[in-house]
């Protein structure tokens, strides 16, 4: 699972960002993401 939690790590993974890391990495199955604003697009 990939975590995106930006209160606590001072930045947002960028969208471009995640889909390199699940193609570098196919165990990646998920994203938490705890961005905190549901309008918030990746």
Wanted: charged fraction near 20%; avoid cysteine.
């Amino acid at each position: 699972i990939a975590y995106n939690v930006p209160g606590r790590t001072g930045s947002n993974i960028a969208a471009d960002t995640i889909l390199a890391l699940a193609k570098d990495f196919p165990n990646i199955k998920a994203i938490k993401e705890a961005y905190g604003r549901i309008s918030a697009k990746l």
